[in-house]
């Protein structure tokens, strides 16, 4: 095992890339609790349509889960996928 | 390859069974079918299409019954049932979605549908230039650069949110069944079952979220491509 920093050696890689994923869920947690909160309070103001907000909730929650996964895969990139 | 074989056999033997006949109260299979098929017309395409929703239901009608297909018989472990019958290993069942180029695919048939079906309509010129909306000279050509580049991104971020999905899904049940191969106890054994059933409930709501957000998307951007907004 090569020293951290050294040519030849990825560890520095694959500590940025797990660092970067941990980043990542930072956002993407406080983006979906952002907007699951949001959805909460318009509930309680009018229960009666609280179909379509759920709706709208969870097509937000996806569309922010697609981005932190493309975050996940670059990481992925760097684990897996990197030369050396 | 196997798996899209195996799904799309399924849906063209299941589905015509549901849609021969014609009742005036639907009822079993024709019923499912058929709410599902309303339920996406007129919630997910009438809004976004209009007038054009008869010319491309199809598309979304497909799209929506093969992704759920698929994801559905991710979840039926055929690879474990037959080793457990026979003894010999092999991969035969899986979820096909964990499989970045058929994601790929499917993204990229809606990335070809959206452009032709936008440049049909007002030919490659007119549909170029509907690209940026209207904005001061100066600053046009960073817009336009921009709309291409998001229209380039898109058909990638939709099949790595469709890949991603499915596959930590898989990932998490792996890692909860490795756990039960590197403890080797009863008490780890029954914590894990118990975490692998709660979380395959959770991947079961994550494959119909999935296969819906990708149905929506891919209306939404054939409706950006096909009606003439930015005029």
Known sequence: MLAAGEPGSNSLAIFGAVFGCGMAIIGASIGIGFI????????????????????????????????????????????????? | MLMVTVAAVILLMIVPLGAG?????????QNLIESICVFLREE??????GESTDQFISFVWTIFFFILTLNLLGMVPTESAYYLITGRENHFGGAA??????????????????HAAGIKRYGLLKYLSHLAPKVPLPILPLIYVLEIVSAL???????????????????????FIGLIVIFKSWGVAVGSVAAIVAMSFLELLVAFIQTYIFTLLSTLFISLAIEAEHV
């Open chain 2, 153 to 175: 991104v898109r058909p990638f971020a939709l099949a790595i949110r469709l890949f991603a999905n499915i596959l930590a899904g898989h990932i998490i049940l792996a890692t």
């Open chain 2, 21 to 29: 006949k014609k009742r005036l109260r639907p009822k079993g299979l």
């Open chain 2, 44 to 49: 997910v395409a009438r809004p976004a299409l």
């Open chain 2, 97 to 114: 979605a964990t499989n970045i180029w058929i994601t790929g695919a499917l993204a990229m048939v809606t990335f070809i549908l959206t």
């Open chain 1, 36 to 84: 699951g909160g949001k959805a909460a309070e318009a509930i309680a103001r009018q229960p009666q349509i609280g179909g379509r907000i759920l709706t709208a909730m969870i097509i937000a929650a996806a569309l922010i889960e697609g981005l932190t996964f493309f975050a996940l895969i670059i990481c992925f990139l760097a684990i897996f996928w990197m030369k050396g």
